[in-house]
């Protein structure tokens, strides 16, 4: 006999399906279609354990399920963040060097707890966060989304992610320093070569390179081109062979454009990107991820976190270039993804990025960056974000129409009553 997800819970019964197969039917609300960008009425949808097992536009019959009215809510896929950083919880990041592994981890779960009650049910980390805290979310010691791991990001010596200071040669405990945990040095084909492999032997999901300067890091100009072509090209050539990919850090038109030439397939923020390079984006069918949030909160916040003048001399630059570069991708065709890039204490700023990107996007289209596109640069098409049968039952229910008003997704998840990832509530409040 069915049951009302109200006498589910009086019951215990969230608590006690732990550990087992619950099967949930959903009814009564309007779904969210990102492929559509539109809400059906009159849809059911019918989870089984971890995957949605059947998606309708009639009465599913389902015994044993468990009914969830959602009395007019809206049901939508969960949304999925392309770049963030679970590990890096200091805006100024020199904090870092003394901070021992054990607190990183302790930190980034706050993190990724935090991310999910959002309504995030998987990230992509572009570096920093390894195989044990994958493991971990995996396993439930941690509540968090799924999560898609980089390892260690990879850099030039005095690029992006050397963060030696000028006066160190090394660092001085690189096995127990977060910050030196977070990232690592190789130059030269052969180098590159064995810490993209090492990093797919620790369980890297996919390669994270820097191929320009950027804003956090106090040694490189903005403008700076990192890595050599053939460099890259070694990079790239590895993540294939391993049936994998390479995303890249990467600002200018020119960096852009040879990390795209030497077949990186997503490009992480890309401010100054131009007409020309966009067009071999689109043509070489390479991934934008924008993280727009990220220069709108360090202008406002990170003074107060100690962001040094030198790094918010480069977040002017890129900030005011951010919307001009949505628009060039966007007009060439490029798909573009959905991040963040938050750190620390300004990961609350979070879901800024959907009001921050509604100048030049519809909400439909960045709701679909969020879902459809993310699926598709983590190579889960059919998989993650979106409500079909075989999907992943990574659910959100939504008070109100997310189509006609993004700032739904504000305020720390107030307005998500319920958040289910892999078929499990980790948020009720039907």
């Known amino acids: 006999m069915t049951q009302t997800l109200e006498a589910f819970n009086q019951s215990g019964g969230l608590k006690k399906a732990i550990g087992r197969m619950v099967s949930y039917l959903f009814h009564g609300g309007r779904l969210l279609d990102p492929r559509a960008g539109a809400l059906i009425d009159g849809m059911e949808v019918l989870v089984e354990g971890d995957r949605i097992k059947e998606v309708a536009d009639r009465p599913?019959?389902?015994?044993?399920?468990?009914?969830?009215?959602?009395?007019?809510?809206?049901?939508?896929?969960?949304?999925?963040?392309?770049?963030?950083?679970?590990?890096?919880?200091?805006?100024?990041?020199?904090?870092?060097?003394?901070?021992?592994?054990?607190?990183?981890?302790?930190?980034?779960?706050?993190?990724?707890?935090?991310?999910?009650?959002?309504?995030?049910?998987?990230?992509?980390?572009?570096?920093?966060?390894?195989?044990?805290?994958?493991?971990?979310?995996?396993?439930?010691?941690?509540?968090?989304?799924?999560?898609?791991?980089?390892?260690?990001?990879?850099?030039?010596?005095?690029?992006?992610?050397?963060?030696?200071?000028?006066?160190?040669?090394?660092?001085?405990?690189?096995?127990?320093?977060?910050?030196?945990?977070?990232?690592?040095?190789?130059?030269?084909?052969?180098?590159?070569?064995?810490?993209?492999?090492?990093?797919?032997?620790?369980g890297a999901d996919q390669i994270k390179i820097m191929v320009s300067g950027g804003v956090a890091s106090q040694s490189d100009p903005l403008e700076s081109l990192q890595f050599r072509v053939d460099e890259i090209e070694a990079a790239v050539e590895e993540a294939t062979r391993w049936g994998t990919y390479v995303c890249a850090h990467a600002y200018s038109a020119e960096a852009i454009g040879r990390a795209v030439g030497a077949g990186v397939r997503t490009i992480e923020h890309g401010n100054l990107i131009d007409a020309p390079t966009a067009a071999l984006m689109a043509e070489r069918g390479a991934y934008l991820v924008p993280t727009l949030v990220a220069y709108d909160a360090l202008r406002r916040r990170g003074p107060d976190y100690g962001l040094s003048s030198y790094s918010l001399e480069k977040n002017e630059v890129v900030l005011a270039a951010g919307l001009r570069s949505l628009d060039l991708a966007r007009t060439a065709g490029v798909q573009i993804g959905f991040g963040s890039d938050l750190l620390g204490q300004l990961q609350n700023d979070h879901c800024r990025e959907f009001l921050l990107r509604a100048d030049i996007m519809s909400p439909a289209e960045i709701i679909r960056s969020a879902t459809l596109v993310n699926a598709e640069i983590l190579r889960q098409s059919g998989q993650l974000g979106e409500i079909t049968a075989g999907a992943f039952a990574d659910l959100l229910v939504v008070d109100g129409d997310p189509l006609r008003d993004l700032g739904l997704f504000q305020d720390e998840g107030a307005h998500i009553p319920a958040i289910v990832r892999g078929g499990e509530f980790v948020k009720c409040k039907l």
């Open 60 to 202: 599913i019959a389902a015994a044993t399920a468990t009914r969830v009215d959602l009395r007019g809510r809206t049901l939508m896929p969960g949304l999925i963040d392309a770049h963030i950083h679970l590990f890096l919880s200091e805006v100024n990041l020199g904090l870092l060097t003394g901070v021992p592994l054990t607190l990183l981890a302790a930190k980034g779960s706050v993190l990724a707890r935090d991310m999910l009650m959002r309504g995030f049910t998987t990230v992509r980390d572009t570096g920093g966060a390894d195989f044990g805290m994958k493991t971990a979310l995996e396993s439930g010691l941690f509540q968090g989304p799924r999560l898609f791991i980089s390892g260690a990001p990879i850099s030039q010596t005095g690029g992006h992610a050397d963060f030696r200071q000028r006066t160190q040669t090394e660092y001085e405990c690189p096995c127990c320093s977060g910050l030196a945990y977070t990232a690592r040095i190789a130059d030269g084909v052969p180098e590159v070569i064995k810490a993209v492999r090492d990093e797919l032997r620790k």
